[in-house]
């Protein structure tokens, strides 16, 4: 079994990556919480499969489980379903040191997770990820959260969450057998953005493996993880609540939240990512930060793991400027951008002239009118 840690200073923990390690999930919960109650809260779809062998193992491990299912979806991702859940573990008799269990995506996981940071003022987390997204990336580093709805109906992404750190992370490649391409292929995405800020290995790595890896092919696939995972931790590690250097796991995400605020864009966070990604490195083009060949490199891997490298629907270059301004990442009004300097490193940058980046918007089919 792979055993990464995560080294804080509070606390740290670990996360073991291994087929089948579900089935061994009871033990190793009983090896950070003592055996007892605990909450188990369940993406619907994963109900019949992946959750099913943790429950059993739980069970046969002296947990007296109780569980919650949930269809994972953003509009659930709320203060709604964070209230059906602090019943259910009332209902349970869920006591202060019961761990909370969260198997599913990243949906689950930051609902759980803010629950787990709220409930009697903290209860433990365990994240069991089921989605490449979750796996090397939000089950860890401890942020959780919810959507808010306003009362106008604008749905506002994690507005509300805490920072609550797992006591364990368990990840089966295994699960990722039953993911959907779309949502395989967003994770994807995910692990090209960690391969492009800091780890040029990772990133010819995915150039030579891309078959295998849409093969979903077990060796490949457990790699892939392991590495990407070990970039996200050493990041979180030095920086835990964002204040300086884990701000570059957003490079494409200020290009990515502009083109998921146009609600007709049937298009997932991941893809957006992948667009973002090519914008970004475009921009570090026109900057001089980065050769030609490197952004071709970039574009390629992601045609190549089946993500968008360019807008399906042509959108106006201006509207997706606003977008960029209203994004939370903006500090007192300068646009502060994640730059790609080379293949495995990215530098924060506060100001990028606005005309490299409409350059860039164009150079992934944004349009002027
Ligand atoms: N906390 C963080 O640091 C962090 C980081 C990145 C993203 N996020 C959040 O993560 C969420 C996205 O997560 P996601 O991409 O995992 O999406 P998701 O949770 O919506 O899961 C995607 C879909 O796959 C299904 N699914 C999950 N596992 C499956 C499996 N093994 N087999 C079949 N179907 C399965 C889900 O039910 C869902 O329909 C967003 O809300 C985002 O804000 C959080």
């Known amino acids: 079994m792979t055993t990464l840690r995560v080294e804080l200073p509070e606390r740290s923990y670990a996360i073991h990556i291994e087929h089948n390690v579900l089935d061994a999930a009871g033990s190793l919960v009983a090896g950070v919480v003592p055996a007892g109650r605990a909450m188990v809260v369940i993406d619907q779809n994963v109900a019949e499969t992946h959750a099913q062998r943790v429950m059993k193992s739980l069970h046969s491990s002296g947990f007296d489980a109780a569980s919650i299912q949930l269809e994972a979806t953003e509009s659930n991702k709320s203060l709604d379903a964070a209230r059906a859940i602090y019943a ?10 019961s761990p909370l269990i969260a198997i599913g995506g990243g949906i689950v996981g930051d609902l759980a997770g803010y629950v787990a940071a709220t409930f009697m003022r903290g209860v433990p987390l365990i994240h069991v990820p089921t989605t490449l997204l979750a796996m090397v990336d939000a089950s860890i580093g401890g942020k959780t959260g919810v959507n808010f ?21 368990l990840i089966d490649p295994e699960t990722l057998t039953t993911l959907n391409d779309r949502d395989f292929r967003s994770g994807l995405a995910e692990c090209v953005k ?9 990133f010819e790595f995915l150039e030579q493996h891309s078959d ?12 892939l993880i392991e590495r990407s995972a070990a970039l996200k931790i050493s990041i979180v590690q030095h920086d835990e609540r964002e204040l300086g250097q884990r701000a570059l796991l957003n490079l494409g995400h200020t290009f990515a939240h502009a083109i998921e605020s146009f609600n007709d864009l049937d298009i997932r966070h991941g893809e957006a990512v992948s667009i ?9 083009v026109a ?12 574009v390629e891997l992601l045609r190549t793991l ?5 807008l399906a629907v042509a959108k106006p270059v201006n509207a997706l ?31 990028v002239p606005a005309e490299v980046i409409e350059r860039a918007w164009r150079s992934v089919a944004a349009t002027d009118n």
């Open 88 to 97: 259910a573990m009332l209902d349970a008799n869920v006591e202060r040191g």
């Open 149 to 169: 709805q306003t009362d106008n109906g604008r749905l506002i992404k994690n507005l509300i969450g805490a920072f609550w750190q797992p006591r364990l992370v």
């Open 194 to 202: 960690h391969a492009m800020i800091a780890d040029g290995d990772l």
């Open 212 to 223: 295998s890896i849409m093969a979903r092919q077990s060796t490949s696939l457990q790699t």
């Open 276 to 284: 973002g990604l090519c914008a970004a490195a475009q921009c570090s």
């Open 287 to 298: 900057r001089g930060l980065m050769t030609f060949n490197d952004y071709a490199r970039v």
């Open 306 to 310: 089946g993500l968008p490298t360019r």
């Open 321 to 351: 400027m606003d977008a960029m301004r209203h994004d939370k990442k903006i500090i007192s009004g300068t646009l502060r951008l994640i730059l790609p300097t080379c293949l495995g490193a990215a530098r924060i940058f506060n100001d």
